[in-house]
C-alpha cells in the first residue's frame, strides 16, 4: 500500500513540484495551502510523513509543528520542514517544535525524496 504524504505550502507551484516528485516515487499526496488548512485535512487517516513550509499566511510552519504535535494521531509523524529559511535559528526552533529535517528550497528532487526516505517507516 503507498504511503501518504501531507504537503503544505501557500504555493501552489511548490506544492505542484514537490507532489510530482512524490507521486512519480509511488507515494500518495495530499495538498494543502497553509496549517490552518492541513490541520482541516487530519482527519484520523494514517499519515506517514509531512512537508510543510515554514512561512505562510494563517497559521505558519512552526506553529502548525506544534498544533501537530498535540494531536494523539499524528504526534509521531514525521514532519520535514521545506523552506526559504536558513538560519541556524529559524531551524533550532523547527528542531524545538519537532521537525526531524530541514530542506532549504530550491532542492533537488532526489535530496527531498532521500530525506523522505530516511523518515517514513516501512
Known amino acids: ?23 512519480k516515487a509511488g507515494y500518495e499526496v495530499i495538498e494543502a495551502s497553509d496549517g490552518k488548512d492541513a490541520l482541516g485535512k487530519l482527519t484520523g487517516q494514517k499519515i506517514h510523513l509531512m512537508i510543510c513550509d515554514v512561512n505562510m499566511p494563517n497559521m505558519d510552519g512552526i506553529s502548525f509543528l506544534k498544533a501537530v504535535k498535540q494531536q494523539a494521531n499524528y504526534r509521531f509523524t514525521p514532519i520535514i520542514m521545506l523552506t526559504t529559511e536558513s538560519q541556524e535559528a529559524k531551524k533550532q526552533e523547527g528542531r524545538a517544535a519537532g521537525a526531524k529535517a530541514w530542506v532549504v528550497k530550491p532542492f533537488k528532487p532526489e535530496q527531498m525524496l532521500e530525506a523522505v526516505a530516511k523518515l517514513i517507516l516501512p
Not at 1 to 12: C, F, G, N, Q
Open 1 to 23: 500500500m503507498a504511503k501518504t504524504i501531507l504537503v503544505i505550502d501557500d504555493s501552489a507551484s511548490v506544492r505542484q513540484v514537490v507532489g510530482i516528485t512524490l507521486k
